[in-house]
């Protein structure tokens, strides 16, 4: 979640209940403590405030506690569009069943490409290096150079091959941190 995110989500929590001069000061006074804070320290700033919903209800908590009436006809506003509902967010049993069901599904697939690549690439790349350095060794000039260009480039193939076996591991895991955050912590 970023800073418009949080601030969007708060002032979508406390329009219904508040008037638009009191949302609107509210929120400046968020905008100035991200501000003041610098972009680099967002996160922790988020972090410190807790999810925008549980500072909506403490600020209405407090309204409360000072007296103050809730404002009239508040409840029958039409809800603003920037404001969307924060998703419900999944039980922990529910993300693990289903981190454990597309492990036996598509951790397979995932992991024999990822393996298959890894190994193919490192076949291909100690071939192309191993051609090449044979070729200069028993070849003519006009062999060597064509031989030794042939092993450079299955070399290449190597590592490109290595390089998108890692890139599938990246993605794998890139993707269980989103869905894990997202769909059971409930950020986004």
Not at 101 to 106: K, N, Q, R, S, V
């Amino acid at each position: 979640m970023n800073k418009e995110t949080y601030l969007r989500v708060l002032r979508g929590r406390l329009a219904y209940r508040l008037t638009t001069e009191e949302v609107e000061d509210i929120i400046n006074y968020y905008t100035e403590y991200f501000e003041d804070a610098g972009p680099d320290r967002e996160q922790s700033v988020i972090e410190e405030l807790g999810s925008p919903e549980r500072l909506a209800q403490q600020i209405l908590g407090e309204r409360r506690q000072e007296g103050l009436a809730p404002v009239p006809g508040a409840a029958g506003q039409i809800p603003p569009r920037y404001a969307p509902e924060a998703a419900e967010k999944l039980p922990v049993w529910a993300g693990v069943l289903i981190l454990v069901l597309a492990a036996i599904f598509a951790g397979p697939v995932a992991g024999s490409l990822a393996f298959g690549l890894g190994l193919g690439g490192v076949i291909c790349g100690a071939v192309g290096v191993a051609v090449a350095i044979a070729a200069v060794a028993n070849l003519s000039l006009a062999g060597a150079l064509f031989q030794v260009g042939g092993g450079l480039i299955a070399a290449a193939v190597g590592i490109l091959l290595v390089l998108g076996a890692v890139a599938i591991v990246w993605g794998v895991v890139k993707f269980v941190g989103w869905f894990w955050k997202s769909c059971v912590e409930g950020g986004v």
